[in-house]
């Protein structure tokens, strides 16, 4: 008697697991419809998010954004990698990376406890990922913006020195994405603005106290379109890693000589100042 008692106890107990296996299998698998491989997030801070795995991407977005939309970001996303290897004309970009995209700023900040456009945060600077928040609006994004901050930092290592190389690591991802400044200027043009308006930041400010203003990033953008087109994308590599003290080595020139430089071929290219619509510059997009 004993011994038929503990036999059915444990065929209930049995049964009991075996449902709540049932359960735990249908929870953890529980897919949006007609998902095509979108999965819904489980964590409470991501809730109303969807997920799917691309490669080495894993894109995190709002489940109400339409299905076909969903698969074009993806194909964007692998275009804008593409490109972004080509500026810098590195092959493969492997590195596990999360890509979450949020609808507003106040999403933003939930994630970030930010009000920006977009944010990195790499593998050293939490636990086991490299993350991309990144707002999205149709076509209003710096996603290709902040990917050319990833991809660089990931193929070159973080700017040797910090600070002081600040200017060229936002230079290089302004430039890698015109259309995120949303106001149809070259960045050219914007630079001989600057120029004819004193509004141009010294080269001891850009290496001090980079601000993030749309003067210093579209100032910068031309800065490394010059350095790119002038000098080649190895220099400015070497200088990533190697840092502002080893600028004049490995240019040939100081960096006040540089923007010098600049500012002497843009006053012989545009002899006089260029038409310019500064509300519209300074409206930005996000
Ligand atoms: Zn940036």
Partial sequence: ???????????????RIFAFFIALIFISCSTIPDNNGWKNMQEPIFEGKIYKQ???VRFIISSDIEPK???????????YIEDNL??????????????????????MYKYTREHVAGKIS???????????????????????????????MCKWGIPEGGLP????????????DPK???????FEEKYTAFLYSNKLINSTSLMTDFTYSKISYNQTAYMVEFLIQNYGVEKIKLLWQSGMGKFEE?????????????NNELSQKYPNPIDFNWPKFEEGCY
């Avoid at 939309?69 to 275009?79: F, G, N």
């Avoid at 939490?126 to 901050?149: A, D, V």
Wanted: net charge negative.
């Fill in 1 to 15: 008697m004993v011994r038929l008692c503990f036999k059915l106890t444990l065929v209930c107990d049995f049964k």
């Fill in 54 to 56: 691309h490669r080495n």
């Fill in 69 to 79: 939309k969903r698969e074009i970001l993806i194909t964007k996303c692998d275009t």
């Fill in 86 to 107: 080509k500026i810098i004309k590195e092959t493969e970009f492997i590195d596990s990376l999360d890509i979450i995209l949020v609808q507003d700023l106040d999403e």
């Fill in 122 to 152: 790499l593998i050293e600077d939490n636990e086991n990922r490299n993350m991309i928040f990144c707002l999205y609006r149709g076509k209003k994004s710096p996603l290709k913006h902040e990917l050319m901050h990833m991809i660089a």
């Fill in 165 to 176: 190389l600040q200017w060229l690591n936002e230079g290089l991802a302004t430039y890698a």
């Fill in 180 to 186: 995120a400044e949303c106001d149809g200027y070259l």
């Fill in 250 to 262: 490995i240019i040939g020139l100081t960096f006040e000589e540089l923007i010098l430089q600049i």
